[in-house]
C-alpha cells in the first residue's frame, strides 16, 4: 500500500523547471462518455508515453489509474483549473496500439464508453482506485460527553490507527456510517486521506546461490574442511554443489524448497551454512504461470476430407475473408484447427481460440499441449487478479518464454495481442459469447471478426449448427462457407428417436421421468459398460413449490419470480439475486402442510436415477456442483476416465465435450426449449438438442439419442431427426423478413430500470414517445420483460429495429442522445437506462 506521493519521483525539484506545456487526454475506469485532459508536469514529460497508466485526481478527493490515450500540445478551453498528473506508473504501455482501435469500434457500435470497455479489458490489479482512510487525530481529546457512537469509532481508530470506509461501516454495524465520520469531521476528531493500493504483487521464490567469498576451488574445500564435526551442514553444502556448480547444465543456483525437498536436510542446517556465509539467500521473481510441458508432443495426419477443408480454409484466409467452418459433430474440426494453428506459429505468429465456456478449457488445452506443448496458455475469469496480470503482460511483450496460443472465454478477446495471426471462434453459435452485464455489452464472436480485420488475421467461425446470422453473412457473400459432412473416421451420426411423453403417461408406463425407450436404453448401455449423458436445463430439484391446497407459490422478495427447490441446500432460492430462505414447512396462507414440488430440475433426475438404477455411479454437471475452482475439470476427468456412468447435466454437457464411451443421450424435456417467448426459440432448440446428440457414439459404434416431448411432430424435433439444418433456417429467414427482425434488420433493446414502478412507467412513457418521433413503427414497446422485476429494480424495455441499410451509426446515436435528454428531465435521475445492440 502507498499514498499518491508514495508514486511521485524522488526529484521534486525538477518540477518547477518550466517547459512547453503538454497535456495528456485520459481514459478513466468510469462509465463516463468524455475523455479528461491532465497537465504533465515537466519531470515526467520524458518518460510518458500513450498506453501508460497514470494516477490521475478526479473530483475533489478520488484517486484514479487512467490510461494516458493521447499527449499533445493544446491547452483545453473553459474555466475550470486544470490538474497534474501525479504520477506515472509504468515504463511501457500496458496495451498494444491495435486495443485503442478496438476499443474505439466498441463505442462506436455497442453504445458504451471508452472507460467501460477499459474496465471491462484490464485486469482488476492493473486497475488502481484511491481507498477513503479514517484516521484519529492525535491532537483531538475525547470528551466525556461524546455520543456513544462517535466515542466508539474514534476510540477503534486511536487503537488501529487507521480504517477505511466498510471497515468502519462492520464495526458500526451500519449500512453507511458516514453521517457518523461527517460529524467527527467537524469536531476536527479524524483525518482523511485518500490511498491508493497496488493490487499486483510480483510472486517472489528464495533462491540459494553460492556465497562470493566461495568463489574458488581452493575455498570451496576450505570451506567444506571447517565443517567435518557438522556432517549435517557439509552434507547439504555438498549436494548444493552437486545440484550447481557440478551439474552437468551448470545452475548458478537452486530454489530454497527444492533443496530442502531433494536433500531431506532441515531449515536449521541450512541457517548455520547462511550465519557462516558459505551460501546466500536472494529472493527472484518468478511468474505464477506453468509455462513447462514435459508431455510428448505429437500432431497427427489429417484424414482426406479434412486436408479438402484446410485447403478451403487457406483459400478463403488468403482473400481476408472470415470463414464459416461448418462441421458435423465429431467430424474433427479441432484436428483441422490444430494444423492452422501450426502453420501460424511457424511464421512466429500468435493465435487467439475462443470457447463459449470456461469449463471447455480443460479438454481442448490438454488437447493443445499435446500438440504445441508450452507454447498453449489459458485466459477466464476464475484465474485470480495476479495471474491474469501476467497472462496480459505475457500477450503484451515478447519474452524468451511466451504463451503463442491463447485459449479462453469472451474475455480473451480483448488482451493486447502484439502480432496476430489467426482467430478460431468454436461453437461461434453460442450466445455465451455475448455480454450482458455490465457494459460493454459485447459480442465476443463479432469483436474477433473486427479484430481479425485489425490485426490482418484470418478469422475461423466454427459450429455443427452455425447461427443463422452467421449462415446468412455466407449467403450474402461476406463470409466464405467451408463444409465438414462426415464424422471423423466415417464414424455414422447417432440414431435419434421421439418418445411422446404424452402418450407414455396416458398409458401409465413412464418409469418416474423416463419414458419406457429411454429407461431400457439406459439400461442396456450400463450391461454394455457403457456412459448415458442425461440433458435438463434446469438447475435445482423442482423449479418452484405450491401448496397442494391452496395454491401458494413461495416467490423472492426481491425479485418477480418463484424461488427454486434445492433438495440438497433444504432451500428455496432464487436464481437472479442469490436470496435464499429455508424450506417451509407449513403454507403460510392456509397453514397447509401439503407442499409440493412441480416440475423438476437435475437434482431430482439425479435423486429418481440413483433409485431406478441402484448399481450405477451418477453425477451432476451443473452451477451448482462446479462452483469450486477445479470442480469442472475434476468431473471432466472422472466421466473420461469411467468412474462415472451416468451423467446429468445442464447446458454445460452440450458444448464441445468428447467422451469416447457415450452411447445414449437423454434430452428429458424439449418442450421447455421449444415453447420458450423468443423469435429464436427454433434456432436455439435446433442447436441444443443437435449439439447434445453430437456427445452420442462418438469412436466405437453408432449413438442413440432419446427426444422426450409432448410435441412428437413438431417441425423443429423433425428437422433435428432428418440432421435438415438447411430446410429450418430457409424457413425461419422467410419468417424472419416477414416480421423484420435479424438478420435482415437490426435490434436495439433499451432498458429502463427504477425502484418505483410509477416513476418507471413515466421515464419509459417519455423515451418512447421521443423514440417514436425518430424510428416511427420501428418502436416496439415499453413492455415489461418476462421478469420484471429484479433486485428491487422494476424494469421496462423499448425494441427498435433499424434497417441494415441505413446509416446504424447515426441512428445509435440518436438513441444515446434520447437516452441523455429523458434522463435529464425532472424526476429522472435515478433513473437508469442503457442501449443493448445486437441483443440476443
Known amino acids: 500500500m502507498a499514498t499518491v506521493a508514495a508514486f511521485l519521483p524522488k526529484n521534486c525539484e525538477v518540477c518547477t523547471i518550466m517547459s512547453e506545456h503538454l497535456y495528456a487526454d485520459v481514459i478513466l475506469p468510469l462509465p463516463l462518455g468524455d475523455l479528461f485532459t491532465y497537465r504533465i508536469p515537466p519531470a515526467f514529460q520524458s518518460t510518458i508515453k500513450v498506453g501508460v497508466r497514470v494516477v490521475v485526481q478526479f473530483g475533489a478527493r478520488k484517486f484514479y489509474s487512467a490510461l494516458v490515450y493521447k499527449l499533445h500540445n493544446n491547452m483545453p478551453g473553459g474555466s475550470f483549473d486544470l490538474k497534474d498528473i501525479d504520477a506515472i506508473l509504468d515504463q511501457q504501455p500496458v496495451i498494444a496500439p491495435a486495443q485503442i482501435i478496438l476499443w474505439e469500434w466498441m463505442v462506436g457500435y455497442y453504445c458504451c464508453t471508452l472507460g467501460e470497455v477499459y474496465k471491462a479489458a484490464l485486469p482488476s490489479a492493473l486497475k488502481l482506485e484511491s481507498q477513503t482512510k479514517v484516521s484519529f487525530n492525535p491532537n483531538f481529546e475525547i470528551p466525556e460527553d461524546l455520543p456513544g457512537e462517535e466515542e466508539a469509532l474514534l476510540l477503534m481508530l486511536r487503537g488501529h490507527g487507521q480504517a477505511n470506509i466498510q471497515s468502519i461501516n462492520k464495526f458500526l454495524g451500519k449500512k453507511s456510517a458516514l453521517p457518523v465520520i461527517k460529524l467527527l469531521l467537524e469536531k476536527n476528531a479524524v483525518l482523511i486521506e485518500e490511498k491508493i493500493e497496488e493490487n499486483y504483487a510480483a510472486k517472489l521464490q528464495p533462491f540459494l546461490f553460492l556465497h562470493p567469498k566461495l568463489g574458488t576451488e581452493q575455498a570451496i574445500g576450505e570451506a567444506l574442511a571447517s565443517l567435518q564435526k557438522a556432517k549435517k551442514q557439509a552434507q547439504l553444502l555438498e549436494f548444493f554443489l552437486s545440484e550447481t556448480l557440478y551439474h552437468p547444465e551448470q545452475k548458478a543456483q537452486i530454489a530454497k524448497k527444492e533443496l530442502l525437498e531433494k536433500s531431506g536436510i532441515s531449515e536449521g542446517v541450512l541457517r548455520a551454512l547462511l550465519d557462516k556465509e558459505y551460501l546466500h539467500l536472494q529472493e527472484i521473481e518468478v511468474g505464477r504461470l506453468d509455462l513447462s510441458y514435459e508431455g510428448e508432443q505429437r500432431i497427427f495426419d489429417l484424414s482426406e476430407a479434412q486436408n479438402q477443408a484446410l485447403a478451403a480454409i487457406g483459400e478463403a484466409t488468403a482473400q481476408a475473408k472470415p470463414v464459416l467452418f461448418h462441421g458435423v459433430t465429431s467430424s474433427g474440426k479441432t484436428e483441422v484447427y490444430i494444423k492452422l494453428i501450426e502453420e501460424q506459429l511457424k511464421q512466429g505468429k500468435q493465435v487467439l481460440y475462443l470457447v463459449p465456456e470456461i469449463g471447455l478449457t480443460t479438454q481442448l488445452i490438454n488437447r493443445l499441449k499435446r500438440a504445441f506443448g508450452a507454447q498453449a496458455g489459458i485466459y477466464h475469469s476464475r484465474f485470480n487478479d495476479s495471474e491474469r496480470v501476467e497472462i496480459w503482460m505475457n500477450t503484451l511483450h515478447e519474452r524468451e518464454q511466451s504463451f503463442r496460443i491463447i485459449v479462453g472465454a469472451r474475455s480473451a478477446a480483448l488482451l493486447p495481442f502484439r502480432n496476430l495471426g489467426l482467430i478460431i471462434v468454436d461453437e461461434e453459435h453460442e450466445n455465451s459469447y455475448k455480454q450482458f452485464d455490465p457494459s460493454p455489452r459485447y459480442n465476443a464472436r463479432d469483436v474477433a471478426v473486427v479484430l481479425a480485420q485489425i490485426h490482418r488475421a484470418a478469422v475461423v467461425l466454427g459450429s455443427a449448427t452455425p447461427s443463422f446470422e452467421s449462415y446468412f453473412n455466407v449467403k450474402t457473400g461476406k463470409y466464405a462457407l467451408v463444409e465438414l459432412t462426415q464424422r471423423y473416421q466415417n464414424i455414422s451420426l447417432p440414431e435419434i428417436r421421439i418418445a411422446d411423453v404424452r402418450q407414455a403417461t396416458k398409458r401409465k408406463q413412464m418409469k418416474s421421468l423416463l419414458t419406457p425407450d429411454l429407461f431400457e436404453s439406459i439400461e442396456k448401455a450400463l450391461q454394455n459398460d457403457e456412459q448415458v449423458i442425461l440433458f435438463q436445463n434446469r438447475r435445482g430439484f423442482a423449479p418452484y413449490l405450491q401448496c397442494g391446497t391452496c395454491g401458494w407459490i413461495p416467490k423472492c422478495t426481491n425479485c418477480d419470480v418463484s424461488l427454486t427447490y434445492h433438495k440438497n441446500m433444504g432451500a428455496v432460492t432464487c436464481h437472479y439475486c ?67 456412468d451416468i451423467l446429468v447435466g445442464t447446458q ?189
Open 578 to 644: 442469490g436470496h435464499t430462505q429455508t424450506m417451509p414447512a407449513n403454507c403460510p396462507e392456509c397453514h397447509s402442510t401439503e407442499i409440493k414440488t412441480r416440475g423438476f430440475g437435475t437434482e431430482k433426475i439425479e435423486e429418481e436415477l440413483s433409485i431406478l438404477y441402484p448399481d450405477a455411479r451418477i453425477a451432476r454437471m451443473d452451477m451448482d456442483s462446479t462452483r469450486g475452482k477445479k470442480a469442472y475439470e475434476r468431473l471432466i476427468y472422472q466421466f473420461e476416465s469411467k468412474q462415472i
Open 652 to 840: 454445460m454437457v452440450t458444448k464441445g465435450l468428447d467422451f469416447d464411451h457415450v452411447s445414449v443421450v437423454g434430452i428429458l424435456n424439449a418442450d421447455q426449449l421449444l415453447n420458450y417467448p423468443d423469435f429464436r426459440a427454433f434456432e436455439r432448440s435446433y442447436q441444443l438438442i443437435a449439439q447434445v446428440s453430437g456427445r452420442a457414439g462418438r469412436k466405437n459404434k453408432q449413438g442413440l439419442v432419446i427426444i422426450q416431448t409432448s410435441q412428437p411432430e413438431h417441425p423443429v424435433l423433425l428437422d433435428v431427426v432428418a440432421n435438415d439444418f438447411t430446410r429450418l433456417f430457409n424457413i425461419q429467414m422467410n419468417e424472419r423478413k416477414m416480421f423484420k427482425y435479424p438478420p435482415y434488420f437490426r435490434l436495439a433493446k433499451v432498458v429502463l430500470k427504477h425502484k418505483s414502478r410509477e416513476r418507471l412507467n413515466m421515464g419509459a412513457n417519455q423515451l418512447a414517445i421521443r423514440l417514436r418521433k425518430l424510428f416511427g413503427f420501428k418502436v416496439l414497446g415499453p413492455e415489461y420483460p418476462l421478469v420484471s422485476r429484479i433486485q428491487n429494480w422494476y424494469q421496462k424495455e423499448i425494441w427498435i429495429k433499424l434497417e441494415r441499410d441505413q446509416k446504424l451509426g447515426h441512428s445509435k446515436q440518436q438513441i444515446m442522445d434520447e437516452i441523455k435528454a429523458v434522463r435529464a428531465l425532472p424526476n429522472n435521475s435515478s433513473l437508469l437506462v442503457y442501449a443493448d445492440i445486437d441483443p440476443m
